[in-house]
């Protein structure tokens, strides 16, 4: 036996004797409740419920949280809610009922309808357990600030609990929202990043991660309907491919039966064929996968691509027009539509609201460079913009514009993939841009090569081997009639990130992957 | 030099000879052809167009060929399409151009718009090019049956290359959308699959492949409008995993840094997560990998699930009753949608239109049991049933109840998954149910175990390692109190396939992955 594998039995066996003493324990509490449920009136009126088996299908009306209102005073209603806080006072016991974002104060009193026994049962309940109760719903002379439902409290007749929690929370819930001021106030607690990962199950219970995460899915749906309402068709693209793309470089092996597969980089080389294939404007939603060794603040191995491709008659700025558009109709849509969710964000990670310009700001990327130069920086003509440069550019168009989101146009040929098209006036840029949201980058695009010949030309330029699958694939597609195309890629927990004036791109993916995590 | 090697420089030399043949026949063709042009008095009206890089931008209007109808009768327009088919007659060269499923016929006449070299070089165009045109729409005497532009023609006074074709093609096709009629019919050529995969950008133009993607991006659509308008909130999950799920069978390894790491084979244990969390209702869209080895008409390794997760109150018939809601509102999206889809698809493989009853029919295992037996098929109670058994019972059950969408409910506990609820009034069956459309399983379904400790029963039971990370992860959100909850997972491709009648799964996966097949 390695020292491994007797620290593991010893902690088997030790977890073993915890079980079995907790056993006992619950044997003896048990018997207890017994005796005591004997002398007490109110024993059919709280208790462990049965696991929910599907026994049997009630007919009954469970009340949610949020429709607490003073329109259902006096009114006897069942909720099932998580036990929040609890607090036993004398013969009462406050508790907070929570039900995602919407929580609401209840309170079991000794009287006619609860007994001493019930009341201690309830002071007694784990938080995070969930609970059913019966309740009659009853206004408030005073405000009840620390509620959402500030008008009405749930005066308890029942109270049932259907799962229990583990006694021992590995994080306290209102630690986790407690507003991010840059410095730890004196005994108050925070909790770290990785504790919250660690611990995702419990910490996308907070109205933050709540509020995010459904933002986040209006993103999706704010994107798809602009983009289906444009003629748009969605089309879903193979995850694992026979070749690496753009080169091989940061990519992921995949066992393959008895061969090697890769994950794939981007739908890129997909979204093209569908183009070729006649289907004229097309989107896909999915997972993107970076080998790249990058512990960064906006960094993932695994990300959502929201991606675009679309044929054009004449120009791609046809195509740029119609990405812009479609990022307005999101900002709209999430400022319309999703005010609690950024406001419930904002309490807790303060941040000024999204700004944007219609039409949007497009810039030239020469343009661009000259701001930086006139703010000291020092950098070539085709050099590419390092992330510092990104930012302070950011922060030169916010002064001189007041946009949070702008496109930059033209970049240098030299720092662009291989199939990204020449620009027609000046060999040394590209008809290709990157958008960004409060100085970072969320989408690349271009205009693509469609023309096979210019294609093995830029390819052998960028020292791309011809006969490798990926470009034979590419020039395949193109030689039977190409339309000219543009489009480019959306990483979802970027766009969520910064327009949530947020920090850490873990914060807006909910099972995050990096070189150092791999869970939950 | 290896052989290989010598045959790969051979090859290069030769493909470089033949370049050059090429470039000597073009400057041939060119000088030539600038001769003719001296004396042709159309010379700027057609020729190649230099390669669009989106020198400007044009405000020409294109008019798309669906519009080409008798109320523009008269007008010059200009059209962008494909060379579908070309018919060169004395001076008259007509042309059928094509726009994804619409086609328009177009004539080249020798006229006072057209020379007689304008009518050659038309005729010349290779298939499947991309070409502008020019055109005076004109309403014909005879319906032109074999356009579904029928009324109309266009003449042509302007034609240009804008994206040129290969003058052999790997497929036709005319070949490609002939009507399956089992038996191949004398002289005319059908296309085989792994034809039409490997050249998969020319058989998605097909208006069959038109029709069955734009139907399948409705199904995803019509799956997402009816769960958000249930207040279901759209997750993503990870892909790239730390452990195989449901004890690592048929799952695929991938290389992660130092480390190795799975493909994820469904996004159940992320969906529950999110109901632990609190999400209340989910549902996903994403790839899903199973590395098994079985090359049927319905199997692949990477195919696109809808994943729904929900909890419910009392009973898991209140998850059932959403889910069959939601199959049912995408059937009458899709019949009521996307009919022009549906008849082009039966064009070329016919089928009876789908079937399926309001509220949906729902049967127990036991009574499909003997409902087999009655038919005279042998098997045990609690045994799993077999395909042939599967779409046997979908016979019978089309024949007794009209319908071609059924639930079976409360399967045996032995042949579903660890996670799977036990049946609270028969310990031998259990809270499960799949559902089949056309006899054939489309989705898979249970309520889950929320209970950590019956959890680990139900696992060790399984032979399923209690300290793996993956029932690990399972109990571990269980232990802070977890709702009831059940859900399932639907093939897309499946779904697309037997909606529509079709026999193989490869039609309704753009780019499929099968055991053998990884490319394009």
Redesign the interface.
């Known amino acids: 036996l390695t020292a491994q594998e007797m620290a593991a039995e010893e902690e088997q066996a030790q977890s073993k004797k915890a079980l079995k003493k907790q056993q006992k324990e619950a044997e003896k509490q048990a018997k207890k409740a017994e005796k005591q449920a004997k002398m007490d009136f109110a024993k059919d009126r709280y208790g462990v419920s049965a696991?929910?088996?599907?026994?049997?299908?009630?007919g009954?009306t469970?009340i949610r949280v949020q429709d607490l209102t003073p329109e259902k005073a006096n009114q006897l209603v069942w909720v099932?809610a998580?036990?929040h806080t609890i607090r036993a006072k004398g013969k009462q016991c406050f508790l907070v009922l929570r039900?995602?974002q919407f929580n609401v104060q209840a309170l079991v009193a000794v009287g006619d309808r609860a007994s001493k026994q019930m009341v201690k049962f309830a002071a007694n309940i784990t938080k995070?357990?969930?609970v059913d109760v019966e309740a009659v719903v009853q206004t408030v002379e005073q405000k009840i600030e620390t509620c959402t439902q500030h008008d009405v409290e749930l005066h308890v007749e029942r109270i049932f609990v259907?799962?229990?929690?583990?006694a021992r929370?590995p994080l306290q819930l209102e630690d986790a929202v407690r507003p991010d001021v840059g410095v730890e106030e004196e005994g108050r607690a925070t909790v770290n990043q990785d504790t919250r990962l660690d611990n995702?199950?419990?910490?996308?219970?907070t109205t933050t991660?709540?509020a995010i995460?459904?933002l986040?899915?209006g993103v999706?749906?704010l994107f798809?309907d602009t983009l289906?309402q444009k003629g748009f068709?969605?089309?879903?693209?193979?995850?694992?491919?026979?070749a690496a793309s753009e080169g091989g470089a940061n990519v992921?092996?995949?066992?393959?039966?008895k061969?090697s597969?890769y994950?794939a980089q981007s739908p890129q080389l997909?979204k093209q064929?569908?183009i070729?294939?006649?289907?004229?404007k097309v989107f896909c939603?999915?997972?993107v996968?970076r080998?790249e060794?990058s512990n960064t603040h906006r960094h993932l191995?695994?990300f959502?691509g929201l991606d675009i491709e679309m044929a054009f008659?004449?120009?791609?700025?046809?195509v740029l027009d119609s990405i812009t558009d479609t990022m307005v109709e999101i900002f709209k849509g999430l400022r319309d539509r999703f005010q609690t969710e950024i406001q419930t964000v904002c309490k807790q990670y303060h941040s000024e609201p999204f700004k944007f310009l219609e039409p949007t700001l497009r810039l030239e990327y020469q343009e661009g460079v000259a701001m930086l130069r006139a703010a000291g920086v020092e950098m070539g003509d085709e050099e590419d913009l390092s992330t510092p440069n990104e930012k302070l550019l950011g922060r030169l168009v916010k002064e001189k514009y007041d946009t949070d989101f702008y496109v930059l146009d033209k970049y240098p040929l030299e720092v662009r993939p291989f199939y990204t098209?020449?620009d027609?006036?000046n060999p040394k840029y590209s008809?290709s841009y990157d958008m960004f949201m409060r100085g970072e980058e969320i989408l690349s695009g271009a205009?693509r090569v469609?023309?096979a010949q210019?294609l093995t030309e830029r390819a052998s330029h960028h020292g791309i081997d011809a006969l490798s699958?990926d470009s034979k694939?590419h020039k395949?597609?193109?030689?039977?009639?190409?339309?000219?195309h543009a489009g480019g890629g959306i990483g979802?927990e970027r766009v969520t990130m910064l327009y949530l004036g947020l920090h850490n791109i873990r914060q807006t993916?909910?099972?995050p992957?990096d070189?150092k995590r791999?869970?939950?």
Chains 1, 2 share one sequence.
């Open positions: 696991m929910v088996q599907s026994q049997e299908r009630l009954r469970l099932r998580r036990m039900q995602q995070e357990s969930i259907i799962s229990q929690a583990d929370l995702r199950v419990i910490d996308l219970r991660s709540q995460f459904r986040q899915s999706c749906q798809r289906l068709v969605e089309i879903q693209t193979p995850k694992i491919i026979s992921f092996t995949v066992s393959y039966f061969t597969a994950l997909y064929m569908c070729c294939a006649d289907f004229d939603i999915g997972p996968f080998a060794d191995t695994e959502v008659n004449y120009h791609y700025h046809e098209m020449p027609p006036h008809n205009q469609h023309d210019l699958i694939l395949y597609s193109f030689r039977y009639g190409a339309p000219p979802l993916s909910m099972f992957r070189p791999l869970t939950p």
